[in-house]
């Protein structure tokens, strides 16, 4: 298993740009959700997905969009990046039920200008 | 609400010695805890968890936290800390009554010295 994969590793945006952030996993699971990490502040939910064709916002969601097509994939879009939106990116996915692991991809870092 | 708190941004200790990670803690509920390790960009690795059962909790590369109910804590710990723990530490909470929702510590940043 590939676990939680994210693409792309790094990525330089204007402001105003838009673009998507992908995340795909291959454990099957039902959950996935999208964190922001920045320094200091620990990791911040932006999205949630409970399963496929169903989505949820969380603390922070202003700017961003998310759809759950598949199990497998969870894209983030910034519609317009602005550079408050300049943070590691973090996709996770776990089984649903709150007694389990999240497991987490990589990281995507984010820099718009 | 549930939140998590992480008073120490860092933590030094010199390699050999015991290692303390401190986490606090606040829900409704029952709560479900989490420890995640970051190393230098890299993602977030599952330590340990607690749901319930011994206070004890062991977990991967020899570290263990203790649930403590009465001061809603859940400190990580390592008896004898290496040059290789250094690295970023993130308590996690969920709420029994908040489904799947996690929620982080800002995360303390271990150095061990050799």
Redesign the interface.
């Given at each position: 298993n590939a676990g939680v994969t994210q693409t792309p590793k790094f990525q330089v945006l204007k402001t105003g740009q838009s673009m998507t952030l992908q995340c795909a996993q291959d454990m099957n699971h039902e959950y996935m959700s999208w964190y922001r990490q920045d320094p200091g502040m620990g990791l911040r939910l932006i999205h949630y997905s409970v399963g496929a064709g169903i989505t949820d916002q969380g603390e922070v969601p202003n700017g961003y969009n998310v759809s759950r097509s598949t199990t497998e994939d969870f894209p983030l879009r910034l519609l317009s990046a602005a550079p408050s939106q300049t943070s590691v990116y973090f996709c996770a996915s776990s089984y649903s039920g709150a007694l389990e692991t999240q497991y987490f991809g990589p990281g995507t870092r984010l820099l718009v200008l | 609400a549930q939140s998590?708190a992480?008073p120490e941004?860092q933590v030094n200790v010199a390699e050999g010695n015991p290692l303390t990670v401190k986490c606090t803690y606040s829900v409704s509920g029952n709560p479900?805890l989490?420890w995640?390790v970051q190393y230098p960009?890299?993602?977030?690795?599952?330590l340990l968890?607690y749901?319930t059962g011994d206070n004890l909790v062991k977990g991967s590369y020899g570290f263990e936290a203790e649930f403590n109910k009465s001061q809603t804590s859940f400190h990580l710990k390592k008896p004898s800390a290496l040059v290789s723990d250094s690295a970023l530490y993130?308590c996690a909470v969920?709420?029994?009554a908040?489904?799947?929702?996690?929620?982080?510590?800002?995360?303390t940043r271990v150095l061990v010295k050799p």
């Open positions: - | 998590v992480q941004d479900y989490f995640y960009n890299r993602g977030l690795q599952f968890k749901i993130f969920r709420d029994s908040a489904g799947n929702k996690l929620t982080f510590g800002g995360g």
